[in-house]
């Protein structure tokens, strides 16, 4: 079955600083392999995807990550962190037979 | 346009009631879901409906029940409100079944069981 891990349930970086949240997946099958981000009271914004071909993925607001099949790892970084990014992120995650599996999040909380 | 649409926002009923949330989805998918987040934001899925089969997650109380009246629909019934049952319910929809591009989810609807 398919299980997502975040690591670091509170992350916080300062404006302008890399933006690194881990991500890491267990499967028996290739995965299908999301982050979202939700912002105070709101619903889910889809960020990035992995499905199948190219391994870096990038997804909206600068963000990217890159599927590791050796590393089962799918972290979502950005180059420099901005106040607006402050939020909750998901990592989230399919084998294809069942409903997306979320990780427990990770927020960011960006220092001036 | 509201991709995929929830109502009500927020929802404040006593213990004992019984309550639906609606959802509904314009983007034509084939698969339509709810999920469940708790206090401390964990997201679980309670159900999948996919070509009109329904698949519920045993951990589920029974007193959930979801209605499907068509394909743009997923509809959310709760029997016999408990406390526990405060949380925050997202509605979702992808195409492809399981294996969607990416789930697309509504705006949440805020239960607070008094």
């Known amino acids: 079955a398919q299980s997502v891990t975040q690591l670091g349930s509170h992350v916080s970086v300062s404006e302008g600083a890399l933006v690194l949240l881990r991500c890491n997946y267990s499967?028996?099958?290739?995965?299908?392999l999301f982050w979202y981000v939700q912002y105070p009271n709101q619903g889910l914004q889809l960020l990035l995807k992995?499905?199948?071909?190219?391994?870096l993925v990038k997804g909206i607001n600068g963000f990217e990550a890159e599927f590791k099949k050796s590393e089962t790892s799918f972290h979502l970084t950005k180059p420099s962190a901005h106040m607006s990014d402050a939020a909750e992120y998901f990592c989230?995650?399919?084998?294809?037979?069942?409903?997306?599996?979320f990780g427990k999040g990770t927020r960011l909380s960006v220092i001036a | 346009d509201t991709a995929v649409s929830q109502t009500p926002k927020y929802l404040v009923t006593q213990m004992g009631n019984d309550k639906s949330i609606k959802c509904e989805q314009n983007?034509?998918?084939?698969?339509m879901y709810w999920y469940k987040q708790d206090s401390k934001k964990f997201l679980k899925i309670m159900f999948s409906?996919?070509?009109?089969?329904?698949?519920i997650n045993e951990t589920v109380p029974n007193r959930f029940s979801p209605k499907s009246p068509d394909k743009a629909h997923l509809n959310l019934h709760i029997n016999s409100l408990e406390l526990g049952d405060s949380a925050v319910y997202f509605c979702?929809?992808?195409?492809?079944?399981?294996?969607?591009?990416?789930?697309?989810f509504g705006s949440g609807t805020r239960l607070t069981v008094v």
């Open positions: 979702a929809s992808s195409q492809e079944g399981y294996r969607g591009e990416g789930y697309t």
């Open positions: 499967s028996s099958v290739p995965p299908y």
């Open positions: 992995y499905t199948t071909g190219a391994t």
């Open positions: 989230a995650g399919s084998s294809g037979n069942t409903p997306l599996v």
């Open positions: 983007l034509g998918h084939d698969t």
């Open positions: 409906y996919n070509n009109k089969e329904l698949i």
